[in-house]
């Protein structure tokens, strides 16, 4: 029998744990034997579940860099603007990592943790989940096999939903990028972007051009009378689709893990604690048209590649309804299909008289994965976790896992994206 491989948590927040969950139903591939996070109580609450000692839990990523290494790899679920620091010391400390996207926030700090990796001999695993997803692996497949040719455009649209936007990127922790260090390119649709650069793996962007703006969440385009907390001076919170209480009190499961963050330390909250909190600090509790916010509300990307083919990529907040879509444009056929159905259509090319094109759909049948036994976002979550162990292994992994080098293009494009944007250029992207 093999021996389970072992992970210490940095950042235990909800992403880490949702990935460290695998070693509860795969134990015998997966053991968590350790945590860094600042916060007593969720070193508390990760050392109770998975059971090791006060020796093995850290304050910090850094303070546990400077022990000897006792795990194989380490699971870094910090925020944005700390994975390239808190990851650089765990790289020299002899860890692999599997680390959250975006994975940098800028050109500069990508090259030196892709160096650094590659100096000190580790695996980083990228969680672009998506890749992991059997509707995006499917899709990955068809085009590497040469089902469609060679493509000629891709177009990618994410709609995010408005109770999303809101508590992502208005009252959330990723509405500045100041804060979190990402745009909100960056933060949401990296993965859109790594999808296009991974559907044409091995070929290099080669310019972007990008427009967006914060069209809605601002001040002069609030409602006529609001307030600035929902549940404390807002006369028209009944009447307003954004009101704190319709998104977070009457679907109080919903974004748990970010507006009940600040009444944490409340073993189970009730909904008078949770009321009372939003009508405190609670930061979920604000107008969303007088928040911090600086970052767009929507974003379209224009990407040119070096053999010609071109991409588009719309993301949109504030939508009534969230989607991901992709087609992909091929010179002998096309795929179009929508995440969210599961399902895909393939058409070919059909120049017979009385034909124009086939059709078939690829039915993966897999809705009751979107949040089942494979994790979140459609069953992501846990086969890359499946994956990395494998790599680990030293066994080949599935057609999703690629070296940390195939999911810089993505980053690249996201990170011109945004210049192109707040520059009003074209960007061109240097050959790597
Ligand atoms: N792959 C995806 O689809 C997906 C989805 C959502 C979020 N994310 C990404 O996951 C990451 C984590 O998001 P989250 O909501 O779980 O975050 P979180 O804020 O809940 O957790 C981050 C944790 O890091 C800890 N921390 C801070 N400094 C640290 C240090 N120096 N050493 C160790 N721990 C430290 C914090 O105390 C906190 O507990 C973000 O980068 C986010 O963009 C990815």
């Known amino acids: 029998m093999k021996k389970p491989l072992t992970a210490v948590i940095v950042g235990a927040g909800h992403r880490a744990l949702g990935y460290a969950a695998y070693a509860l139903?795969?134990?015998?591939?997966?053991?968590i034997v350790g945590v860094a996070d600042p916060l007593p109580r969720r070193r508390q609450k990760v050392r109770e579940l998975y059971r090791f000692s006060e020796d093995s839990c850290f304050e910090t990523a850094e303070a546990l860099a400077q022990k000897p290494k006792f795990a194989d790899f380490i699971i870094n679920g910090t925020m944005d603007q700390q994975h390239v620091p808190t990851t650089l010391p765990l790289l020299?400390?002899?860890?692999?990592?599997l680390l959250e996207k975006p994975f940098a926030?800028?050109?500069?700090?990508?090259?030196?943790?892709?160096?650094?990796?590659?100096?000190?001999?580790?695996?980083?695993?990228?969680?672009?989940?998506?890749?992991?997803?059997?509707f995006y692996t499917a899709i990955r497949?068809?085009?590497?096999?040469?089902?469609?040719?060679?493509?000629?455009?891709?177009q990618a649209l994410e709609h995010v939903s408005y109770h999303h936007m809101a508590v992502g990127f208005v009252r959330g922790k990723w509405n500045k990028k100041s804060y979190s260090g990402s745009s909100m390119l960056m933060a949401k649709s990296c993965h859109d972007l790594d999808l296009i650069t991974w559907m044409k793996s091995g070929i290099n962007p080669s310019s972007v051009a990008s427009f967006g703006s914060n069209l809605q969440f601002r001040p002069e385009k609030a409602p006529k009378d609001h307030g600035t907390r929902c549940l404390v001076d807002c006369p028209i919170e009944s009447d307003c689709l954004y009101s704190a209480r319709k998104h977070y009190i009457d679907h109080p499961d919903r974004w748990a893990f970010y507006s009940w963050d600040s009444i944490e330390h409340i073993e189970n909250p009730t909904i008078k604690d949770k009321i009372a909190s939003l009508k405190s600090d609670n930061p979920y509790g604000r107008c969303v048209w007088t928040c911090d916010n600086d970052v767009v509300d929507h974003q379209s990307v224009v990407i040119n590649f070096a053999d010609g083919s071109t991409a588009t990529l719309n993301m949109i907040g504030g939508?009534?309804?969230?989607?991901?879509?992709?087609?992909?444009?091929?010179?002998?056929?096309?795929?179009?299909g929508r995440f969210?159905?599961?399902?895909?259509?393939?058409?070919?090319?059909?120049?017979?008289?009385?034909?124009?094109?086939?059709?078939?759909?690829?039915?993966?049948?897999?809705?009751?994965?979107?949040t089942g036994a494979f994790g979140g976002h459609g069953g992501g979550d846990l086969r890359l976790v499946r994956d990395f162990l494998?790599?680990?292994?030293?066994?080949t992994p599935s057609i999703s896992s690629t070296p940390i080098e195939d999911s810089v293009n993505g980053h690249r494009i996201g990170f011109s994206a945004d210049h192109s944007m707040e520059e009003s250029r074209v960007i061109e992207i240097l050959p790597q």
Request: hydrophobic share 30%; with cysteine.
């Open 141 to 154: 497949q068809k085009v590497a096999e040469g089902t469609i040719g060679d493509i000629i455009n891709v």
């Open 340 to 370: 969210e159905d599961s399902k895909f259509v393939i058409r070919h090319i059909d120049p017979r008289p009385g034909h124009e094109y086939s059709e078939e759909t690829i039915d993966l049948n897999v809705e009751g994965d979107m």
């Open 319 to 336: 939508s009534a309804k969230p989607q991901r879509a992709i087609h992909l444009i091929g010179t002998k056929g096309e795929i179009e």
């Open 25 to 31: 139903s795969h134990p015998d591939e997966l053991q």
């Open 92 to 97: 020299e400390a002899g860890y692999h990592i």
């Open 105 to 134: 926030t800028n050109l500069d700090e990508m090259q030196l943790l892709v160096d650094k990796a590659k100096t000190c001999g580790r695996k980083i695993s990228i969680c672009h989940v998506l890749r992991y997803t059997p």
């Open 390 to 395: 494998q790599i680990l292994r030293g066994e």
